[in-house]
């Protein structure tokens, strides 16, 4: 399902910000959202990312030319072939940055991760042949929830973050992956990433 609304009035030369990622379920979103919830009234940060944009990024491509992305749905098709369906379940949050002051707040991901991770070292292979390159930091699957720590607010100051994070959720935490998706960055936007294609395993 291609619901990319304005590539074929783009002119060739242009660029859009695109990224490879799976796409979280709205059951999943919306036990995430109201942990976030509980979550923004005792920490304060910069940025909290709109539910609806919860994704765990495979790999991000930057700005790329709107006439290489016919060449690009064709490498991430190939990336496909041989993948079945796996099951991913939430795990616990993290941080990346300093554990007081960190850039970024993110719940992680358990369950058949060795496919998850195979699928990325796929997907970073077949893209590597139109130039675009791997990070080089090794891949951490997360769901990015807020970025930018500003502090805590009153009455959280001693808990330090960890401890007013919510446990658990008691709901269905676990979802079945059986596609990926190329994403467009929309900057303004709420949602702010839009599916450009959506590659099924065969």
Do not use: C
Request: glycine share 8%.
């Amino acid at each position: 399902m291609n619901n990319y609304s304005h590539s074929h009035t783009d002119l060739p030369s242009r660029r859009e910000r695109l990224f490879i990622a799976l796409r979280v379920p709205a059951h999943i979103q919306n036990s995430l959202r109201i942990s976030a919830e509980q979550v923004q009234g005792k920490l304060d940060f910069r940025k909290w990312a709109d539910y609806r944009d919860y994704h765990i990024t495979l790999q991000f491509l930057g700005d790329t030319l709107v006439s290489d992305i016919g060449h690009l749905r064709k490498a991430l098709r190939l990336a496909t072939v041989g993948f079945r369906p796996f099951e991913l379940q939430l795990s616990g949050w993290g941080t990346f940055g300093l554990e007081e002051a960190p850039k970024v707040l993110w719940k992680g991901v358990k369950g058949e991760v060795d496919q998850l991770h195979l699928l990325q070292k796929q997907i970073v292979g077949a893209t590597a042949s139109l130039g675009f390159e791997a990070e080089l930091r090794p891949y951490s699957p997360h769901i990015t929830i807020a970025r930018k720590f500003l502090g805590q607010n009153p009455g959280n100051e001693d808990k330090g973050i960890f401890g007013v994070l919510p446990g658990q959720f008691l709901g269905v935490n676990s979802w079945m992956v059986q596609d990926f998706v190329l994403y467009v960055t929309q900057p303004g936007q709420a949602p702010m990433y839009e599916v450009v294609d959506t590659f099924s395993f065969s």
